[in-house]
């Protein structure tokens, strides 16, 4: 069972958020962040027998979601009247891009912890967005600790990369998006698929999803050894991944489900499913092959889990989130090899 380690400062970032807060958000990102298609392709709808849709958050700016959350996370302390001499995040790469960029277009500095085994396509990514880049060890160090500790001293905010409602509200806008093509097409979203670490991603979703359509069914999907979140949903309770595991999917190793987005997923989700490392780089080869999408692991695990044939059944629509594409020349390379 997962040790309480900061449980005063999650609980001090507020309540869930609701349909209302994801839209305030889509207003602010409006005309900064990229409003992804819903994009089809005839072969993944026979693969997987049913009406597929494609949410390529590849195509985001900076190439993954995480640019949504971090723009209104800045943004709404901005406009809500707050000091923001700078920001400081912790991250393995796509969410230090997305805070990147995000601060760079806010006219704020921003400092990111990032592991120093993070791809250095996103390490140089992140430095070349302006930020300053500070490494540590994700096996023998605390990255929050590392970066609150940087707060305290410099008086920056922090821009945590899911446990907070305002970076939930963002990447729940991919989600409003969704629910929005759908009314367009005069069709319903069953099931919805979609990355998932430390919850961010797939709480923001859900919220948006199933205020639209409250009978669709939305999973969580990681890699096969951490799968904390499908584990903590069956067991009632939060639990940790083993620190010793490693896997390619680095934007999806998070030790556990966040504080508030646990529940919020408790409450939402209709449950977990996996893919093995190599079932992702099959899916990043497909993507690429098949779909014309570079896709990175992590953002390919949803998608890895569909053609796995892990789905669930009975479904007239699918929507796959493949959330960033931010993969390194030699993973690619692997995977297309495959």
């Given amino acids: 069972m997962l040790k309480s380690s900061d449980a005063a400062h999650a609980a001090s970032q507020g309540a869930a958020p609701g349909l209302t807060d994801i839209e305030a958000a889509a207003k602010r990102i409006f005309g900064h962040a990229q409003r992804t298609p819903l994009l089809r392709y005839p072969e993944l709808d026979r693969l997987l027998g049913t009406r597929a849709f494609i949410k390529p958050e590849c195509l985001q700016v900076t190439g993954s979601f995480k640019f949504r959350g971090a723009y209104n996370k800045i943004r709404s302390a901005l406009d809500g009247g707050a000091k923001v001499p700078g920001v400081v995040a912790f991250s393995s790469g796509n969410h230090a891009q997305g805070v990147a960029a995000a601060a760079g277009m806010l006219g704020v500095p921003a400092i990111i912890v990032m592991p120093e085994d993070a791809p250095r396509i996103k390490i140089e990514n992140t430095k070349a967005l302006g930020a300053t880049v500070q490494l540590y060890d994700r096996y023998k160090e605390d990255r929050e600790a590392i970066a609150r500790q940087i707060a305290r001293d410099k008086g920056y905010l922090v821009v945590p990369p899911y446990d907070d409602p305002a970076i939930i509200a963002g990447q729940g806008t991919i989600g409003l998006e969704i629910a929005e093509d759908f009314a367009r097409m005069g069709l319903a979203p069953d099931v919805v698929l979609a990355p998932c670490s430390g919850g961010g991603l797939i709480s923001g979703i859900a919220t948006a999803v199933k205020a639209r359509h409250p009978e669709a069914r939305v999973y969580a999907c990681e890699p096969a050894r951490f799968d ?81 044939g892990r789905a669930p059944k009975p479904a007239k629509t699918i929507v796959i989130v493949c959330s960033g594409g931010n993969i390194d020349d030699e993973m690619l390379r692997q995977a297309l090899a495959g």
């Fill in 228 to 308: 904390d979140t499908a584990r903590s949903l069956a067991a009632g309770k939060r639990l940790e991944n083993a620190g010793s595991e490693k896997s390619i999917c680095d934007a999806l190793l998070s030790k556990s489900p966040g504080e508030i987005t646990f529940p919020i997923n408790q409450r939402l989700l209709s449950g977990g499913l996996t893919a093995s490392d190599e079932e992702a780089l099959s899916a990043v080869a497909f993507a690429a092959r098949r779909m014309k999408l570079v896709v990175e692991p992590g953002g390919a695990i949803a998608l890895a889990a569909a053609l796995q």
